[in-house]
């Protein structure tokens, strides 16, 4: 059987942006996520679960699945200014002990402010002159992850410029970098989960599972609400409550063989739910990816 490993991520918790004060300590999720039977965690925002020796006794028995690093890939001077945020993201990664599965670089793309205004895959993207130095960069920011020993997945994303399977299938074309597929933002995109899996069997090198509600996200856009709203009203729905058909996403990880890391994760707002309710939700989750055998 491949080695498969489940990690969920402080987003699931509402934290995922750096500074003020979250809603739970790094030692209150790590402790809740092991008594949940989870094997790892995403690295959140920098120095939230600590840095060197810090992070690996804040982790306890827990392993680094991976962690977002965000750079601006549509503007060429801006993604140079973000390099140095990369570099950090991966000084965190080589701080940890080397496990299996390894941490995985997540690049993720600054959002797109027409479609983050309109997520869901009805605001047009790049333009066909524009896709080459987009892709360039993300070239380029895969390959300082490789130089530094890490392998890294690009996240294709609601609000972004890669939103749309219309838009990961060019992202693969213009690049060797593997895909962090996310069932949800695909799901919430227009896009299908399953065939995805079954299309992109041979990039998929990191999974999101998450669950999505289209209903919720057409009310959104009735609204004139944007992505954040979208996750402060429950969009990324706990698992088994949104549309994601869970039972064939599982099956079709079996059939292309994939193996490596399973992120669980319910992109939230903090104070939208209380923490007892996240801490209860991320076990429910991880016990129905059991119930499913992983």
Not at 279 to 288: C, K, L, T
Request: net charge negative; with cysteine; aromatic share 6%.
């Amino acid at each position: 059987m491949p080695v498969r490993k489940v990690a969920n991520a402080p987003v699931s918790f509402g934290v995922f942006e750096p500074g003020g004060t979250p809603p739970l300590s790094a030692g209150e999720m790590v402790r809740a996520l092991a008594e949940a039977g989870y094997d790892g965690i995403d690295l959140g925002p920098i120095g939230y679960l600590g840095t060197g020796a810090d992070l690996v006794e804040r982790l306890g028995g827990l392993l680094l699945a991976g962690g977002w690093a965000d750079l601006r890939y549509a503007d060429a001077a801006a993604f140079r200014e973000g390099l140095p945020a990369l570099e950090a993201t991966l000084d965190v990664f080589a701080a940890v002990p080397k496990a299996s599965p390894p941490p995985r670089p997540t690049l993720g793309c600054s959002g797109s402010p027409e479609r983050f205004a309109r997520p869901g895959g009805s605001v047009p993207g790049l333009t066909a002159a524009e896709w080459p130095g987009y892709a360039a960069r993300v070239q380029e920011a895969a390959d300082r992850c490789r130089e530094r020993g890490f392998e890294p997945a690009f996240h294709h994303h609601l609000g972004t410029y890669v939103e749309t399977s219309e838009d990961v299938e060019r992202l693969l074309e213009l690049t060797d970098v593997q895909l962090c597929l996310d069932t949800g933002h695909l799901l919430l995109a227009g896009g299908d989960p399953v065939a995805a899996l079954r299309a992109w069997a041979d990039r998929v090198g990191h999974v999101h599972i998450k669950d999505g509600d289209t209903k919720i996200l057409s009310q959104v856009l009735a609204d004139g609400a944007d992505l954040r709203e979208l996750m402060g009203r429950g969009g990324f729905a706990p698992l088994g409550e949104g549309e994601l058909d869970l039972p064939a996403v599982v099956r079709t990880l079996d059939e292309i063989g994939y193996a490596g890391w399973i992120v669980i994760e319910q992109d939230t707002l903090p104070g939208r739910r209380t923490v007892a309710q996240n801490i209860a939700d991320q076990a429910a989750n991880r016990h129905m990816l059991e119930e499913l055998g992983l």
